[in-house]
């Protein structure tokens, strides 16, 4: 079956990444913060390759095929599945306030929003928040931990990737039980996702020295931030 | 009543700043919003004219930027290993490097608005944050702040961050890296490369 060659060959590609990152290994640059340095490029080259093989000329597809409302649509009916968990994870961090919106926020859509295709929330001032079992772990005091890139999910912390296992659980798409809707419904989302993301990568391609450094940079600031929700203690520069 | 007295604050402060410069979040907003009215008119520069947009950033954007400080900022403590001739040269290519990848997120604007979030600022403050939004329909609003630093001829920026990412440190650990492998030349050289490689495929896809 072609299902079943793919994953004999995504196996031969793991493995060839597992072999190249051990050969690699000593070649680290020293970072305190990527001590596995060597198995994460291997895995940021594995990931690229697929990126740039299957899942970023599908979402082209996808933007040039679909008109913006309803890629935004798409992007909302996720977003508003993702809502009710992101309220849990803010009530878990001890902001009851920012829960109390966030589950209002799924009432609304659910409902007015038609399944939360429109974000009818945001327009009467219910302010979307990013959260999750990651954030929630370092919000209670857990450090980052080493810089991991994971196969297909990209870069985490070793924090964010323990948070992520629970995500995946909590993940509502993920728990559907009827498999090719649910399998459906994953890859849209992949899709729609990495749509929105088509502009930032031009930017970075430019911006960049070595992509891998600057996206690992760029990922743990990004984390640092969300945890403090916008307004972390700013660093001693120079 | 409340109005009023807003207003006599409004007339207060930009006394007390001086009648001569521009408040930060006001040189922010001004220049914000004529460089994005240009963009909205150019249909080359949303159609990605490279050098169109890269000349209206060389003469809207840059005199308000501080490339000395931003080039200091993202070489962090390595910079005092580089003489006086390295850091001219490491500020003139990471210059351009910035300049490219500011005009390149220019070209990718679409119609996103931009929120002016509230500004206070003590009377004597000389290093300031000033923070704007982007919106977009169908995604959650993205912070930039800018980082403005007073000196003899006015407000400058020197750094920039996008949802708490800094455009300029985040350079730090690549910079340091390069300057151990290579030394400060090696760093040089490294970004002549890299700009000299997006400039001829800016003039390929043209």
């Known amino acids: ?238 | 009543m409340k109005r009023l007295l807003g207003l006599l604050a409004v007339l207060f402060f930009t006394a007390g700043v001086g009648a001569t410069e521009t408040a930060p979040d006001l040189l922010v907003k001004n220049v914000t919003t004529e460089v994005l009215d240009i963009v909205r008119k150019d249909k080359d520069i949303q159609n990605g004219n490279t050098q169109k947009t890269l000349d209206l950033v060389e003469s809207r954007v840059l005199p308000h930027f501080n490339f000395q400080r931003m080039t200091k900022l993202a070489l962090g403590r390595d910079g005092r290993q580089a003489t006086p001739e390295q850091l001219n040269a490491l500020v003139e290519e990471f210059r351009t490097l910035l300049v490219r990848t500011y005009s390149k997120a220019l070209t990718e604007y679409r119609d996103q608005q931009i929120i002016f979030k509230p500004f206070k600022m003590v009377a004597d403050e000389t290093d300031v944050k000033v923070r704007t939004e982007i919106r977009q329909s169908g995604g959650k609003a993205v912070p930039l702040d800018y980082y403005l630093e007073k000196n003899a001829t006015g407000w400058k920026v020197y750094d920039m961050e996008v949802g708490g990412v800094s455009l300029v440190t985040n350079y730090r650990s690549s910079f340091s890296q390069e300057i151990r492998a290579g030394g400060v030349d090696g760093l040089i050289r490294s970004l002549q490369t890299k700009n000299k490689s997006s400039a001829t495929s800016a003039t390929k896809s043209k």
């Not at chain 1, 690229?48 to 649509?73: C, F, H, N, W």
């Not at chain 1, 961090?93 to 209002?104: C, E, F, H, L, R």
């Not at chain 1, 450094?213 to 307004?231: C, F, P, S, V």
Request: charged letters at 25%.
């Open chain 1, 1 to 238: 079956m072609k299902s079943d060659m793919i994953k004999t060959r995504l196996k031969t590609s793991l493995l060839a990444v597992a072999l190249c990152s051990v050969l690699a290994g000593c070649a680290t640059s020293g970072n305190p913060k990527d001590p596995i340095e060597g198995f994460n490029r291997a895995m940021y080259g594995f990931n690229d390759m697929i990126d740039s093989a299957v899942i970023k000329p599908v979402a082209q597809g996808y933007e040039a095929a679909l008109p913006t409302p309803v890629r935004t649509g798409v992007t909302n009916f996720f977003g508003n599945l993702a809502d009710f968990f992101i309220g849990i994870n803010n009530l878990l961090q001890g902001k009851p306030g920012q829960a109390a919106s966030d589950i209002g926020r799924v009432l609304v859509n659910s409902t007015i929003g038609l399944l939360g295709v429109l974000d009818v929330a945001s327009e009467m001032g219910m302010e979307k928040h990013e959260e999750d079992f990651g954030q929630t772990f370092g919000r209670w005091g857990v450090g980052d931990g080493a810089y991991v890139v994971l196969p297909f999910f990209g870069p985490r912390t070793a924090r964010d990737t323990v948070g992520l296992v629970l995500d995946v659980k909590a993940d509502p798409v993920a728990n559907i039980d009827d498999i090719s809707t649910r399998n459906t419904l994953l890859a849209l989302r992949v899709v729609d996702t990495r749509a929105d993301l088509l502009p930032a990568d031009k930017v970075i391609e430019e911006a960049a020295l070595d992509k891998y450094a600057y996206i690992r940079d760029g990922y743990l600031q990004r984390r640092r931030n969300l945890i403090h929700d916008g307004n972390p203690p700013r660093e001693r520069m120079d």
